[in-house]
């Protein structure tokens, strides 16, 4: 029998039917009480709703369907008043959905880079590739590829030689390019030290400039061809700056003049800079000559080969190949001797046009202050010699005062006056300058 729910009073304390009214009561009231507490709005006025109960019996399968009819009124309920009161909360959440679904099916907008493909036959293209796919094909992780971005040129200026398992990254300033086994990606290919080193890399794989002879492997080729242009590149540039040097060295510190003094100030800063970058990739190269591992690891690059942990030599499942690759390391070093040597010579010689440049700049200011100290000093003797005949002038207005002396009346008067002045101006300047010659002023 199905009936409204009589008055709590009317039923007996020890009734499951109390029981479960009661139960029913507390968690509908604890599910209304949930949106003040995690929002801390105001309280709602909700209106109380009967909850039928089936009364019959006192079996446990009546209860069992009493309770779940409860749950299902309170379940109802939560949702009807949730809808009600959270209204403007549930259209932001699905805004805020909705736009998390836009920015995931957008992503972040990959970077694409425009580069220059070199492969070992010879063939050169442009290319645009993005981020991953670079990724994907070199076999890199995308924290090696901020060492050659051509976006953070500011910040990885400093030279670099990065062996990877499938790559190598290179890095010459405005040389960035990513050596692979077959190829070479070249990044600002319109810069100086790209078109150089294009230049350089493109004879070296034309099979006509062998002359019969054994070639080395492609990623040798590309790393002697960047080498080979970075510090030809630098060895131009002291070859322009030398004759300048020398000749502002001949000239000065005799001609001081303004446009003398500004061309060496900038045949100086030329030469810092030079120093500078000759110095960085000198540490470069002496850096990968000290460490082996990275040396290996260039020769076992495309083989069937692994370096061992213990003691870092080479393992290759054909015994052929570990010669090759014993072959090749002591060509990688002799290859790396050669430009390292090179490198010393031009920034040795950078470094002593330097020097000489900041002992002339030396000599020109002990010249400037000598001269200013003897200015100094005139200026002083100008100033003694000034006070003598100020004392003089004094004593020649004392006399032009009207008023009488009754020297006035001698003939000779005027001339023991202006013979005194004269005679005690030129005594005082000689005893003055006696004086400041004894204290070593002048």
């Given amino acids: 029998m199905a009936a409204t729910a009589p008055h709590v009073l009317q039923l007996p304390v020890r009734s499951p039917e109390l029981r479960v009214l009661i139960a029913g009561y507390a968690v509908f009231g604890s599910r209304l009480e949930l949106p003040y507490l995690r929002n801390n709005h105001a309280p709602l006025q909700v209106k109380a709703r009967k909850v039928k109960v089936k009364c019959v019996a006192k079996s446990t399968e009546e209860e069992t369907e009493l309770e779940a009819l409860v749950k299902d009124d309170e379940d109802d309920d939560d949702v009807a008043i949730r809808r009600e009161y959270s209204n403007g909360s549930a259209s932001s959440q699905k805004t805020v959905s909705t736009s998390s679904g836009d920015s995931l099916s957008l992503g972040i907008r990959e970077p694409v880079y425009e580069v220059v493909e070199?492969?070992?036959?010879?063939?050169?293209?442009?290319?645009?590739?993005?981020?991953?796919?670079?990724?994907?094909?070199?076999?890199?992780?995308?924290?090696?590829?901020?060492?050659?971005?051509?976006?953070?040129?500011?910040?990885?200026?400093?030279?670099?030689?990065?062996?990877?398992?499938?790559?190598?990254?290179?890095?010459?300033?405005?040389?960035?390019?990513?050596?692979?086994?077959?190829?070479?990606?070249?990044?600002?290919?319109?810069?100086?030290?790209?078109?150089?080193?294009?230049?350089?890399?493109?004879?070296?794989?034309?099979?006509?400039?062998?002359?019969?002879?054994?070639?080395?492997?492609?990623?040798?080729?590309?790393v002697e061809a960047a080498l080979h242009s970075r510090i030809q590149?630098?060895?131009?540039?002291?070859?322009?700056?030398?004759?300048?040097?020398?000749?502002?060295?001949?000239?000065?510190?005799?001609?001081?003049?303004?446009?003398?003094?500004?061309?060496?100030?900038?045949?100086?800063?030329?030469?810092?800079?030079?120093?500078?970058?000759?110095?960085?990739?000198?540490?470069?190269?002496?850096?990968?000559?000290?460490?082996?591992?990275?040396?290996?690891?260039?020769?076992?690059?495309?083989?069937?080969?692994?370096?061992?942990?213990?003691?870092?030599?080479?393992?290759?499942?054909?015994?052929?190949?570990?010669?090759?690759?014993?072959?090749?390391?002591?060509?990688?070093?002799?290859?790396?001797?050669?430009?390292?040597?090179?490198?010393?010579?031009?920034?040795?010689?950078?470094?002593?046009l330097l020097d000489s440049a900041k002992e002339m700049e030396d000599s020109i200011a002990v010249n400037l202050s000598s001269r200013r100290l003897?200015?100094?000093?005139?200026?002083?003797?100008?100033?003694?010699?000034?006070?003598?005949?100020?004392?003089?002038?004094?004593?020649?207005g004392i006399f032009g005062m009207n008023l009488r002396s009754y020297l006035e009346e001698h003939v000779f008067a005027f001339w023991l006056t202006t013979g005194g002045i004269i005679v005690g101006a030129v005594l005082g300047f000689y005893l003055m300058y006696w004086y400041l010659r004894t204290k070593k002023i002048l």
């Fill in 374 to 396: 003897e200015v100094s000093r005139f200026e002083l003797i100008l100033q003694v010699g000034t006070f003598c005949v100020a004392v003089g002038a004094m004593v020649a």
């Fill in 118 to 222: 070199v492969k070992s036959s010879g063939t050169v293209a442009k290319r645009n590739i993005n981020r991953r796919h670079l990724l994907k094909s070199s076999g890199l992780r995308p924290r090696d590829i901020r060492s050659v971005d051509p976006s953070l040129w500011l910040t990885n200026s400093m030279p670099a030689l990065l062996v990877r398992e499938h790559a190598i990254l290179l890095n010459l300033g405005s040389l960035r390019a990513i050596i692979m086994q077959e190829q070479v990606l070249i990044f600002n290919y319109n810069r100086k030290g790209g078109k150089a080193f294009i230049d350089a890399l493109l004879p070296r794989l034309n099979p006509k400039n062998t002359n019969g002879g054994p070639s080395m492997p492609f990623v040798l080729e590309v």
């Fill in 233 to 352: 590149r630098l060895e131009h540039r002291l070859w322009d700056l030398e004759p300048r040097v020398q000749a502002l060295l001949e000239v000065l510190p005799n001609r001081l003049t303004a446009d003398i003094l500004e061309e060496l100030r900038i045949s100086k800063q030329k030469l810092v800079e030079l120093g500078s970058r000759a110095g960085a990739l000198k540490q470069m190269l002496l850096d990968i000559l000290e460490d082996t591992h990275e040396i290996r690891r260039i020769c076992i690059m495309g083989r069937n080969c692994v370096l061992k942990k213990e003691n870092d030599e080479m393992e290759c499942s054909v015994p052929l190949e570990k010669e090759v690759a014993e072959e090749e390391e002591e060509e990688i070093e002799m290859l790396l001797e050669n430009y390292l040597q090179r490198c010393e010579s031009c920034h040795g010689q950078a470094e002593r």
